[in-house]
């Protein structure tokens, strides 16, 4: 007899475990719509200098030279948020949303591995053999799986957006080697005619082509390895000087996120009492302290000093 997962019992556990969403697709090559997208994506450069997103792009096309054997990815999101709707109009960390707590990879790569440990004993250790979690950190079309497993949309600003609930979530994924007894459909694009984000962006960086990395401020001051920020960008920064979440504050969708159950996303009291003062003046020590286990380290602390030092070029346009 064939082993099929339980579509019924893998959302419960998914839920049990603290996703807050969770959708089934067979593994099968991407559409050719999404294929085609990527293509036209990648060749106008509008990945800047991320390259890692050009190798590998035959095991993102099809998860199965990805992961041999697998039949079933399991597309999970976890919730990031740490405001209400009435304390984001308060809101003055100037560090993008996703960043304030600890290392989303450490937290969700735990839960899904704590995870193929449950299904292994409900499955058997050998029917789950070759079973894997991904966190970001593979050729995988995150967003793509996400929406093709009925969680949400992806939206013009290139989020995934999961309905009555919004886009302030990490996506990951269950790569298993087993067939499900059911498997979801996907939700259909909701964006109608709003272009709130395209218009929201200070930086033009979204169009209907796509986002173009090499102008969003959230690559500029996370992915660009410069030793300066590109002239005028610091004038786009307002005074966010890691990430950037306007084009996901300004969604509609966003309006009523919810604030997540997860403690490890809240920032720490020492992160929300510093001052642009104590920012201008950040010391090693505290760069290190702040940020132990938080996705901020991406930017290591020369690139930190060097978006904070930007800041500055929209203070100068204010001198008379
Ligand atoms: S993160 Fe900021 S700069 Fe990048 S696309 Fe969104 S609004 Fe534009
Ligand atoms: S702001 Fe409007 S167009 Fe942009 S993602 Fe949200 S709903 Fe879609």
Redesign the pocket.
């Known amino acids: 007899m064939n082993l099929l997962l339980s579509s019924e019992h893998l959302k419960a556990e998914a839920l049990r475990l603290g996703f807050f969403a969770v959708g089934l697709s067979p593994a099968e090559p991407l559409s050719a719509e999404r294929v085609a997208q990527r293509e036209a994506w990648l060749q106008e450069g509008f990945h800047g200098e991320m390259a890692y997103l050009e190798r590998n792009e035959d095991k993102r096309r099809d998860p199965r030279l990805l992961v041999e054997g697998v039949r079933t990815i399991v597309s999970v999101a976890m919730n990031y948020n740490t405001l209400t709707p009435e304390a984001a109009a308060t809101d003055h960390i100037p560090i993008a949303r996703y960043a304030r707590g600890r290392d989303y990879h450490d937290v969700m790569k735990a839960r899904l591995n704590e995870w193929l440990v449950d299904l292994a004993d409900t499955y058997g250790a050998a029917s789950l053999e070759g079973a894997r979690a991904f966190v970001d950190t593979a050729p995988v079309d995150e967003r793509y799986w996400a929406w093709r497993g009925g969680l949400g949309w992806i939206?013009?600003?290139?989020?995934l957006?999961i309905p009555g609930a919004g886009?302030y979530f990490f996506l990951g994924e269950l790569f298993l080697p087993l067939p499900a007894d059911r498997y979801d459909t996907p939700v259909p694009?909701?964006?109608?005619n709003?272009?709130?984000?395209?218009t929201?962006c200070p930086a033009q960086a979204?169009s209907e082509r796509g986002l173009d990395a090499r102008r969003c401020l959230s690559y500029l001051t996370i992915e660009y390895r410069g030793s300066e920020l590109p002239k005028g960008v610091g004038r786009q920064m307002g005074e966010m000087f890691y990430g950037c979440d306007r084009?996901?504050t300004?969604?509609?969708?966003?309006r009523r996120a919810q604030p997540t159950t997860e403690a490890a996303f809240y920032p720490s009291e020492e992160l929300q009492q510093m001052t642009l003062d104590d920012w201008r003046t950040l010391s090693v020590e505290t760069y290190q302290r702040l940020f132990k286990g938080s996705a901020v380290k991406r930017a290591k602390y020369a690139g930190l000093q060097r978006n904070i030092a930007a800041l500055s070029e929209a203070e100068e346009d204010e001198t008379p």
């Open positions: 939206g013009k600003n290139r989020q957006i886009s694009n909701r964006c109608g709003c272009t709130r984000c395209l929201a979204l084009c996901s300004c969604c509609p969708w966003n």
